[in-house]
């Protein structure tokens, strides 16, 4: 029997659970995630005062936004996608911070 995959909106979702405040010690962030395809949305993503939230919906001036399809997204975080190979094959784009773009997945254990 196979576990069940789980969607982006899961994962995202679940981002406050797998927070590390200690990771993102000292850090103000707001993330702009845009995932398409099936199971897909926007997300903003807010990192403050060792906290994260998640809410849908699209921010004014994000530190940085992430578009992905949202397979792919889950690929990324369940391990399946290299981020270094997402970005430079194109299915991850990223606007904005790119030192917050390398330290983010260092902010979570989803792994």
């Not at 970005?87 to 784009?93: A, P």
């Not at 390398?102 to 260092?106: A, G, P």
């Given at each position: 029997?196979?576990?069940?995959?789980?969607?982006?909106r899961?994962?995202?979702?679940s981002?406050p659970?797998?927070?590390?405040?200690?990771?993102?010690?000292g850090v103000?962030a707001v993330?702009?995630?845009?995932?398409?395809?099936e199971?897909?949305?926007?997300w903003?993503?807010?990192?403050e005062n060792?906290t994260?939230t998640v809410?849908?919906g699209?921010?004014?001036?994000p530190h940085?936004?992430l578009?992905?399809?949202?397979?792919?997204?889950?690929?990324?975080?369940t391990?399946?996608?290299?981020p270094?190979?997402a970005?430079?094959?194109?299915?991850?784009?990223l606007?904005?911070?790119f030192?917050?773009a390398?330290?983010?997945?260092?902010f979570f254990?989803?792994?």
């Open positions: 029997m196979s576990e069940q995959r789980p969607t982006a899961q994962l995202v979702e981002m659970k797998y927070f590390k405040p200690e990771k993102a010690e103000t993330i702009q995630y845009h995932l398409s395809g199971g897909g949305g926007s903003v993503i807010h990192i060792g994260c809410e849908e699209t921010a004014n001036n940085l936004t578009r992905m399809d949202a397979e792919d997204y889950v690929d990324l975080i391990g399946k996608l290299d270094m190979t970005f430079m094959t194109g299915k991850l784009q606007e904005g911070d030192t917050l390398t330290r983010l997945q260092s254990g989803m792994r």
